[in-house]
């Protein structure tokens, strides 16, 4: 069964990077069958899609994040990441990882997602 | 890209069947076959129910269905029940190579 996990700092200062990482357990990052997203979600309010990353360094935005977005992937461990830079309190949310279902590169829907982890913007 | 248009409720009452709609456009939900379902009680990560428009992931109970017409897509939930009270979010994939989450619904069971 696969599992995720989202980790990093849960309280992130005005104008500075946002850094989260997800660990994957249960299956391997290194296959290269899957696109890897974040996606997040304010208090009280919807989803939204952040971005996606593959093992080949591959990588698709959300255009209204994508000048501030970094992703990257670490096979040896498991694990991508996001950073976020610039950050204001509109980035606050619940910052969750999942796993993309994908069919010919297009992700078709998020099969595992992690718990989630709250991020405030404050100072 | 905006946000796929969802009723901010729907209410029924345990036994009844109820549909949420997910409006997008010709290139998003309209477009492609990609069209997601996830639910998500409150604290806790959203689940899949469907994918593809109409699949359902192993273990997800046949009370769910999803279909689509030109840029609209349903989730039906049949013999609604309590523990089926939760937010539904429909997600899309887009021409732009992104995906597109709806603004959610939130099922209350009467």
């Known amino acids: 069964q696969v599992q995720l996990q989202e980790s990093g700092p849960g309280l992130v200062k005005p104008s500075q990077t946002l850094s989260l990482t997800c660990t994957v357990s249960?299956?391997?990052?290194?296959?290269?069958?899957?696109?890897w997203s974040w996606i997040r979600q304010p208090a009280g309010k919807g989803l939204e899609w952040i971005g996606r990353i593959h093992i080949s360094g591959s990588t698709n935005y959300n255009p209204s994040l994508k000048s501030r977005v970094t992703m990257s992937v670490d096979t040896s461990k498991n694990q991508f990441s996001l950073k976020l830079s610039s950050v204001t309190a509109a980035d606050t949310a619940v910052y969750y990882c999942?796993?993309?279902?994908?069919?010919?590169?297009?992700?078709?829907?998020?099969?595992?997602w992690g718990q989630g982890t709250l991020v405030t913007v404050s100072s | 890209q905006s946000a796929l248009t969802q009723p901010a409720s729907v209410s029924g009452s345990p036994g009844q069947s109820i549909t949420i709609s997910c409006t997008g456009t010709s290139s998003d939900v309209g477009g492609y076959n990609y069209v997601s379902w996830y639910q998500q009680h409150p604290g806790k990560a959203p689940k899949l129910l469907i994918f593809?428009?109409?699949k359902r992931p192993s273990g997800v109970s046949n009370r769910f269905s999803g279909s689509k017409s030109g840029n609209t897509a349903s989730l039906t939930i049949s013999g609604l029940q309590a523990e089926d009270e939760a937010d539904y979010y429909c997600s899309s994939y887009t021409s732009s190579n992104t995906r597109v989450f709806g603004g959610g619904t939130k099922v209350t069971v009467l």
């Open positions: 593809d428009v109409s």
């Open positions: 249960g299956g391997s990052i290194s296959s290269g069958s899957y696109y």
């Open positions: 999942a796993r993309d279902n994908t069919s010919g590169g297009v992700t078709t829907s998020f099969d595992y």
